[in-house]
């Protein structure tokens, strides 16, 4: 374990995010990060349980408990704190073949099932993971992998957490692998979607050129409409799509120019800060309302707000979450309260107040000459009008996008994920992986689909 006690001694620290007001004016990360001896400290605070809650990610009460990826946790923990850290990393890479991402972006569902936040604070298990992933890139200690790839050709088609995944242990297992793409640049929604201040681009470039350096081959601006095309030349074809059908919203004026889908928005803002393309839509001196009360909304808003927005606005449907864990939601379950996310932040210390509004059903666009001017909706039973040059509809997805599920005669269920048996689609030697599979959900969820969706196509192979 840690240190004897360790959980006694050392309280739980992390390292402080840049104050709002600084870090609204650019797109580095928010976050610090804690020198590697108070990050040792950290880790000496594990307890090495007897039943790590930690380290089994099961759902509760529809909610993820610990971690999916089944991450030897303790372990990588001890080996932290005892400054054995090329073996902390090996532990860790043992079942994580992304820890730069999801020590960055996991909500980390196994600090809330870790024991120590019974009756104080949980271990600081998602920045140890970071720390241990950046020690790995830092030393030169990730091994790239070779082989001849002789076990055959297999295609992977989608770039996001699940493909990347995938690819990475289908190389592990002897295959040769070929990536499509259809964006410019690989990474799913981690690239066009989180935005650079929660997971600056270079982190996913820098493993794509590890990859590259183990053979992975990536075709990029590659759209496959048709998995048939695919069959001759590849033994399987893993289709790691993403979930990117978004979910509309058919009111009075949803046509106007001004409104738009969240993580088109997300894209251009991002294409804009790594490129320098001119975004399309640009919350530059506009009022911006947002669709959506929940973490995309929130990436919307710290977008709008680097952008220059005049004010920004959260609309949000349900009821505000209370402040504090309900009896109905005890420890190991993921907290269900009320969360103040860095856009929410930020909002607050430049505009003065938090963009959320609650109980807001959005009834109509209004337009002025074509464009958006402002966003009914009725809040708490009121009629309220909100200012609005530009309108962000972040209400999730509802499912793998319909034309590409059709083209390919693809089954799906009533919520639009793909229908498989284990990962195996109706059609045969085609599997699927994360977002298409499971629906609209995590990193590390899609992490773990796509090794498992790997393992299962090594299984199929002769
Ligand atoms: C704005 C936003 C913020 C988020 N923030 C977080 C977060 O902080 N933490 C977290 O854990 N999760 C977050 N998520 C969720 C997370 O990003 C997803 O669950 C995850 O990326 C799903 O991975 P995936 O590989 O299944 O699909 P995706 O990441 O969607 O990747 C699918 C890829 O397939 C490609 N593709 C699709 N069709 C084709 C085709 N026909 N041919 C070729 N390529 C194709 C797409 O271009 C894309 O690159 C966020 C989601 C959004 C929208
Ligand atoms: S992948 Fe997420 S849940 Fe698993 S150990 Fe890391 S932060 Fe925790
Ligand atoms: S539950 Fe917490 S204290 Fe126990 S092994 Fe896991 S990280 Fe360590």
Redesign the pocket.
């Known amino acids: 374990m840690g240190r004897l006690n360790g959980c006694l001694i050392y309280d739980r620290r992390e390292a402080d995010d840049r104050a709002a007001t600084d870090r609204a004016r650019d797109w580095r990360d928010i976050h610090g990060s804690l020198t590697l001896d108070e990050q040792r400290e950290q880790a000496a605070r594990c307890m090495d349980c007897g039943v790590p809650f930690c380290h089994g990610g099961r759902a509760l009460n529809g909610m993820a408990s610990g971690c999916p990826l089944g991450n030897l946790i303790p372990e990588f923990n001890d080996l932290l704190y005892r400054r054995l850290d090329r073996a902390a990393l090996g532990r860790l890479s043992l079942t994580n073949p992304l820890p730069e991402m999801?020590g960055?972006?996991?909500?980390a569902p196994c600090e809330a099932a870790c024991l120590c936040g019974l009756n104080q604070e949980s271990v600081t298990i998602r920045a140890n993971e970071r720390c241990l992933a950046e020690m790995g890139f830092g030393n030169g200690w990730l091994k790239r992998i070779e082989n001849n790839g002789r076990r055959g050709n297999i295609a992977v088609?989608?770039?996001?957490?699940?493909?990347?995944?995938c690819v990475i242990r289908l190389r592990q297992l002897g295959f040769s692998v070929t990536v499509?793409?259809?964006?410019d640049r690989?990474?799913?929604?981690?690239?066009?979607?989180?935005?650079n201040m929660?997971?600056e681009k270079d982190v996913i470039e820098r493993r794509t050129a590890w990859m590259e350096g183990s053979g992975v081959r990536f075709m990029l601006n590659?759209?496959?409409?048709d998995v048939d095309a695919l069959s001759g030349e590849f033994g399987a074809v893993a289709?790691?799509?993403?979930?990117?059908e978004p979910r509309g919203l058919s009111v009075e004026g949803s046509g106007l120019d001004g409104v738009a889908f969240?993580?088109e928005y997300?894209k251009q803002a991002t294409k804009a800060v790594i490129s320098g393309v001119a975004p399309r839509l640009d919350a530059s001196g506009k009022d911006v309302v947002i669709l959506g009360g929940g973490?995309?909304g929130n990436?919307?808003a710290a977008t709008a707000i680097r952008q220059g927005c005049r004010s920004v606005t959260q609309l949000e449907i349900l009821k505000e979450p209370p402040r504090s864990r309900e009896q109905s939601n005890p420890w190991p379950e993921w907290p269900r309260v009320l969360k103040v996310d860095y856009g929410h932040e930020e909002a607050i210390a430049l505009q003065g107040c938090d963009p959320r509004v609650y109980e807001a059903a959005t009834e109509a666009f209004i337009g002025d000459g074509g464009k958006v001017s402002a966003v009914r909706a009725r809040v708490r039973g009121e009629a309220r009008e909100f200012p609005a040059g530009l309108a962000l509809l972040?209400m999730g997805?509802v499912g793998a996008?319909r034309g590409?599920v059709r083209a390919m005669g693809l089954e799906t269920d009533e919520r639009g994920r793909l229908r498989t048996r284990g990962y195996e689609s109706n059609l045969r030697n085609v599997f699927v992986?994360?977002?298409?599979?499971?629906g609209?959900?995590?990193?590390?969820?899609?992490i773990r689909?796509?090794v498992e969706a790997a393992e299962a196509i090594g299984l199929s192979q002769p």
């Open positions: 999801t960055r972006v996991c909500p088609v989608g770039s996001g957490p699940a493909g990347l995944a499509f793409e259809r964006d690989p990474g799913g929604l981690m690239m066009y979607g989180i935005p929660k997971l590659t759209e496959v409409t289709l790691c799509c993403g979930a990117r969240a993580v997300l973490d995309t990436d919307c972040a997805f996008e590409l992986a994360g977002d298409m599979r499971r609209q959900s995590l990193v590390v969820w899609a689909e796509g």
